[in-house]
């Protein structure tokens, strides 16, 4: 299983902000936002990982990122000319992913709460079809909704609808087998000239082959697309490293938690951060 974080785009609902910066590269309290979607990766327990950015951005990503080997992952990079669809991902990953399944995860959205990496490994373990993760929304008409039959099974997927059938949404965060690429290149653009995710579910959900995970109350999706909502993100990260004296989104802990470094290299990793308070952070988990 490999994985795609698909960082692209202008982020034009943030201008001015992205004019001269990509949106993933912007701060959610404390981090850089991609930080959030890689460390829900690697609680999945995938280290192969494709970031999928503009060309005019991947420069400060490698400057960020590297290829990973700091964390124990192998980082890759793919350029999207322009914004072409969420779908394109997987045509952008072709030879990334070499007939792997591949996890698909949006670089704006954040995912946090107990039981996260366990419903993600179990999900990522033997993957048949496409599994799809749910949260229930107050504002369903906003999002992509699923609808399900009287025993709960998926029987439709419908993107902003003004009657939605369900309050679930679908979140910014899929799995999908190795089909995936060949259901992408059979797709024909919208009416906005872009592959939809959406089209790649139905195709899925048509052939029998879709199922969905629904988040309980104990796991939170954020998506940061906005000024309101990236502010909301960077409140709810405060409050909750404040409270209770941990990190969210720390992709240093969880490839240490992970096993994929040891303590010295988790110490190695603290000390040029340690006038900003992260690195102090990293120097107490090593002393655990």
């Known amino acids: ?7 692209g785009g202008t982020g034009s609902r943030l201008h001015p902000l992205t004019i001269a910066v990509s949106k993933q590269l912007l701060p959610v309290y404390d981090k850089p936002m991609i930080y959030y979607p890689l460390s ?11 970031i999928v950015c503009t060309a ?13 080997s700091q964390w124990g992952l192998d980082i890759a990079y793919a350029t999207q000319a322009e914004p ?4 394109e991902a997987f045509l952008i990953g072709e030879r990334f ?17 107990g039981g996260l990496a366990s419903l993600l ?8 079809g496409a599994t799809l993760f749910a949260q229930e929304v107050s504002d369903p008409q906003r999002y ?25 949404a679908v979140t910014g965060l899929y799995i999908f087998d190795k089909q995936v690429v060949d259901v992408a290149r059979g797709l024909q653009p919208s009416a906005r000239g872009e592959l939809e995710i ?7 959900l048509e052939a029998g082959e879709l199922s969905v995970r629904r988040f309980g109350r104990g796991l939170a999706w954020l998506d940061t697309g906005t000024f309101d909502s990236m502010v909301a993100a960077s409140e709810f990260v405060r409050v909750l490293e404040q409270r209770q004296g941990v990190k969210i989104g720390c992709v240093e802990e969880v490839a240490w938690r992970m096993g994929w470094i040891d303590q010295d290299q988790l110490l190695a990793l603290a000390r040029p951060l340690c006038k900003s308070g992260y690195g102090d952070y990293l120097e107490r988990l090593a002393a655990l």
């Open 1 to 7: 299983m490999r994985a795609i974080i698909l960082a």
């Open 56 to 68: 005019a951005d991947e420069p400060a990503f490698r400057r960020l990122l590297g290829d990973g």
């Open 97 to 113: 992913l070499a007939g792997s399944g591949c996890l698909l995860i949006l670089g704006d959205n954040l995912f946090y709460g």
């Open 121 to 128: 490994q179990s999900s990522v373990s033997d993957v048949s």
């Open 144 to 168: 992509g909704v699923i609808g399900f039959d009287r025993s709960g099974t998926p029987n439709s997927i419908e993107e902003k609808p003004t009657d939605p059938r369900s309050s679930w």
């Open 40 to 50: 829900t990766v690697m609680l999945a327990g995938i280290r192969e990982i494709l």
């Open 198 to 204: 959406t089209d790649v579910n139905l195709a899925y």
């Open 84 to 87: 072409r669809g969420i779908a």
